[in-house]
């Protein structure tokens, strides 16, 4: 049974490992820096999926305005299952749980974006599945800070 719980220190090792599954390494140690950071902005929250107490994906989301609407708008801004669990319905649950939460919390639009790599399609129709629709594209320029 999956089981969605909101994210705890201790899953900082776990969410490390699944940053790696997603073709993000990073160290515990730099993934801590990174969820300090995240815990402190109310905007933000991050969910777990846990199969038997393990964890097996994770959804990160924030809450965003907008100035084109009056629309709450629910970001989501990392999805990933764990590969050994993929095509298990844990993806499949987390959208579930973030579609009931943001209903909750007054939110009437969902969104992520998504890189147009080849190594991205099966993601990329497992969210036409699920409803969402192709409506623009993602810029995106480095600035030097």
Do not use: C
């Not at 109310?42 to 097996?56: C, M």
């Not at 809450?63 to 669990?85: A, G, P, R």
């Amino acid at each position: 049974m999956i089981n969605i719980r909101k994210y705890n220190p201790s899953d900082l090792e776990s969410l490390a490992d699944l940053m790696n599954d997603l073709g993000y390494p990073v160290s515990i140690e730099v993934m801590g820096r990174r969820m300090e950071l995240i815990e402190s902005n109310p905007s933000y929250l991050t969910f777990v999926a846990t199969i038997n107490e393990a964890v097996t994906g994770m959804i990160g989301i924030r809450q965003l305005l907008n100035y084109e609407t009056d629309d709450l708008v629910t970001q989501i801004s990392s999805l990933v299952t764990k590969s050994d669990f993929q095509g298990q319905g844990v993806g499949s649950a987390l959208i579930k749980f973030i579609e009931d939460w943001a209903v909750q919390n007054g939110s009437s639009v969902l969104y992520l974006t998504s890189g147009i790599k080849q190594e991205r399609l099966k993601a990329h129709e497992f969210y036409k599945k699920y409803g969402f629709e192709i409506t623009g594209y993602r810029f995106i320029k480095k600035i030097n800070i």
